[in-house]
């Protein structure tokens, strides 16, 4: 089967622009969530969206924002974007009985000049 | 405040010989932790999980040991091998609505198998 589908791949956006980061779970999957990668704080939950309602929230400033479709498709925002959002941008989908097993994208890269 | 904790940054190991991955967490509600596996530019591959009930989960040539009055948990990888290189990520999530989708990872392991 199909795994979890990130896009863009890789990204540069300048100071203060806004981006939108679109991720494609896996068939079946009706849970999407959504992690920062950065070598300074590690992996770190964004948010986790089920059904088109975000269940679960991280301790991001709301310029972060995220949506999720009906066909279980999620998008991520990020306005006003900073020098700091520059990070590997991951989503994760699952299904009940995976035991847990998030399955992950390969992400997108995005920096910000 | 890192709940949940990797203190070895990086391990070194001979082929054929046991990686020892060590992870402790902080969080008594945490009730299910994994291990993942991630090599640059990709996202983390799912390993192998264990409940929190349980305290020994097998398969194939990776083990997972949970001591929860430790709160430690631990990888065992036998025998070890060149393409298991790469960094390995413990990670932890609780029950509950403030759970949902979350887990918290350590700040990972980069394991270097040497043939």
């Known amino acids: 089967k199909a795994g979890v589908t990130q896009t863009p791949r890789y990204l540069i956006k300048t100071r203060g622009q806004q981006v939108t980061l679109s991720c494609s779970p896996i068939?079946?999957?009706?849970?999407v969530s959504w992690y920062q990668q950065t070598p300074g704080q590690g992996l770190q939950f964004l948010f986790e969206?089920?059904?088109?309602?975000?269940?679960n929230k991280g301790n991001f400033p709301g310029r972060f924002s995220g949506r999720q479709f009906s066909n279980s498709r999620s998008e991520m925002n990020v306005s006003t974007l900073e020098l700091g959002d520059s990070a590997l941008y991951l989503c994760?989908?699952?299904?009940?009985?995976?035991?847990?097993?998030?399955?992950f994208g390969s992400g997108t890269r995005l920096t910000v000049v | 405040d890192q709940q949940v904790k990797q203190n070895s940054p990086s391990l070194s190991v001979q082929e054929g010989r046991i990686s020892i991955l060590n992870c402790d967490y902080t969080n008594s509600m945490f009730d299910y932790f994994l291990w993942y596996k991630k090599y640059p530019a990709e996202g983390p591959t799912f390993l192998i999980s264990?409940?929190?009930?349980?305290d020994k989960n097998e398969d194939g040539r990776f083990t997972v040991f949970l001591n929860k009055s430790a709160k430690h948990l631990s990888l065992h990888i036998v025998p070890s091998q060149p393409g298991d290189s790469a960094v390995y990520f413990c990670a932890a999530s609780g029950a509950g609505g403030t759970s949902y989708g979350k887990l918290t990872f350590g700040q990972g392991t980069i394991l270097t198998v040497h043939p």
């Open positions: 264990i409940s929190s009930i349980k």
């Open positions: 969206y089920f059904s088109e309602t975000q269940r």
């Open positions: 994760a989908s699952s299904s009940p009985g995976d035991n847990y097993g998030y399955t």
């Open positions: 068939s079946g999957h009706r849970s």
